[in-house]
């Protein structure tokens, strides 16, 4: 059995993403996707006693586990040998690729050129699929995070704060630290700059004065150094840093697709909501878990984004407010339900009992999914653009969010019509007028995310919904990344999407922009 020294993996695991003699390798292993750099010129042992150390597995002769690498097309290669890992490489060098994809898996096939036991060969080429990474820098191991409150840097002192993920945080020792100084850092994880004691990041209190979060008593017990415990409480909950609850978001994204389109007869008994002047919204997502059984933690939501307490204008919604009818799409972390909306002060009223139903998907979220910042920036990011889809013609909007302790519930419109796909499907080519139509409406409801800052990454036939007058609406946001500049250069290079319609750029692990969206739109 082979093993490696903490001092070796610190070697391999320099940060050097300029240096033309590196690697940057992406490996996947259950769920979690780990950054590690490495030699070019590394040998398979090497390799694989870093694999080991970051998957926590045995290496023995032969392994017992089985490591396989992506090509230019998502093609699964078994690398076993040197000379197979030295083609890996030189092919990464070649085309420029971002990082090279590493799959582990912890048993070996039965025959040569079978799956291994519980590999799905879809993993590779899944849509809508986002991995959990983890950086391993000089060795820490590191999560991007958005730290919400005044956090300061270990490198240079600096605030860590601003817009998306700005800084790193270290999973062991919990050390905190700019993207642009991790590569400055040479502490050891675990311990002080003097290597004596283990760290603790530091913060900043209101007049921006550097405090210890914690300290260490004589016999090793923890202790909260500037804050009563009521204090602290009452800080983590105004600052939205209360634990949260639950697992990452497995795979398997889109769960918004209308299979079954209901025909313009059986609508003729259902009357069309109405123009949503304003959503009603969760004011913050991160203030979780938050214990209201009746489901009434919501606000107003105007379409300008203004937020305004619900309760001095009209009774909030919550999940008395509807009436469940059946499901309508399912997936690994959500389900729809096809809703209807029937208002608590007003069910015994003559008039409501006379209206038309009003109905509406009802996306439910459980929370035991939202265990950290990225789980809360996918859903803080799809809530937004919904609420900025709202109104708009060609885009699904929204109703109404509100929560209860174990779940979150998006309130959004019920298309009647179907998707493309059931209609491609059906027809199997559609006439050039209505490709024309459709495609018209397409870019017309992109070029509005666009002019937002939102890039919508998952346009596909199952996304693109036709109403019961033929019209398109664009739905399933989970796959958007918004805050970025229209009119300037800003580029982003989270690899997510669906295969079949991923741009060049994508597939080689190049930033991009928006224009992928419209690579999307011309496949």
């Not at 006439?431 to 666009?450: C, Q």
Request: hydrophobic share 30%.
């Amino acid at each position: 059995m082979s093993t490696i020294t903490s001092s070796s993996l610190l070697m391999a695991n320099e940060y050097n993403n300029d240096n033309i003699t590196t690697v940057k390798f992406l490996i996947h292993y259950q769920q979690q996707a780990t950054v590690i750099y490495l030699p070019h010129n590394l040998t398979l042992e090497t390799f694989y006693n870093n694999l080991c150390s970051i998957c926590h597995l045995t290496l023995t002769d032969p392994p017992t586990f089985t490591v396989k690498w992506l090509d230019e097309s998502l093609d699964a290669i078994t690398m076993s040998s040197q000379r197979e890992l030295n083609t890996a490489i030189r092919l990464y060098r070649k085309h420029g690729d971002k990082e090279l994809h590493i799959h582990v898996f912890p048993s070996r096939p039965e025959q040569p050129g079978l799956l291994c036991p519980g590999e799905d060969p879809l993993i590779y080429r899944r849509g809508a699929r986002r991995w959990k990474k983890l950086y391993l820098i000089n060795g820490h191991r590191y999560q991007a995070k958005r730290f919400s409150t005044t956090a300061a840097c270990t490198v240079c002192n600096d605030r860590l704060w601003g817009l998306g993920r700005q800084g790193y945080k270290c999973l062991d020792c919990r050390v905190l630290v700019h993207k642009r100084c991790v590569k400055h850092l040479r502490i050891v994880c675990g311990t002080t700059s003097a290597g004596s004691s283990p760290y603790h990041p530091k913060t900043m209190d209101s007049n921006g004065r550097h405090t210890s979060t914690s300290s260490i008593t004589t016999n090793g017990q923890q202790f909260l150094s500037n804050k009563k415990p009521n204090e602290t409480q009452q800080q983590q909950q105004q600052n939205g840093t209360t634990d949260k609850i639950g697992r990452h978001r497995p795979a398997g994204a889109s769960v918004m697709n209308a299979r079954d389109p209901m025909t313009k007869q059986k609508m003729s008994s259902i009357c069309e909501p109405g123009p949503l002047k304003r959503a009603q919204g969760l004011t913050d997502l991160g203030r979780s878990p938050i214990d209201d059984p009746t489901g009434t933690n919501s606000h107003y939501i105007d379409a300008s984004g203004d937020i305004q307490n619900s309760s001095s204008s009209s009774p909030s919604i919550s999940l008395q407010d509807f009436e469940l009818l059946k499901v309508i799409g399912r997936g690994s972390y959500a389900k729809v339900f096809l809703a209807e909306y029937r208002p608590r002060h007003l069910r015994n009223s003559l008039n409501n009992q006379q209206q038309p139903p009003r109905l509406y998907a009802m996306k439910v979220i459980k929370k035991s999914i939202v265990n950290d910042d990225e789980d809360i920036d996918w859903i803080q990011c799809e809530k937004n653009v919904f609420e900025k889809a709202t109104n708009h013609p060609f885009l699904v909007g929204l109703h109404s969010c509100f929560q209860t302790p174990s779940r979150l519930f998006f309130v959004i419109e019920f298309v009647t019509g179907g998707d493309l796909m059931y209609h491609m499907q059906r027809q199997r080519k559609l006439p050039e007028s209505n490709a024309r139509f459709y495609a018209a409406e397409i870019t017309i409801a992109l070029h509005f995310l666009h002019e937002h800052g939102v890039i919508y990454r998952d346009l596909k036939l199952d996304n693109v919904l036709l109403d019961a007058d033929g019209h398109i609406k664009l739905t399933d946001y989970g796959m958007c990344k918004e805050g970025l500049d229209f009119k300037r250069d800003e580029r982003t290079s989270t690899f997510c999407g669906t295969p079949n319609y991923l741009a060049p750029e994508m597939l080689r692990n190049h930033d991009y922009n928006f224009s992928v969206d419209w690579w999307a739109l011309g496949k």
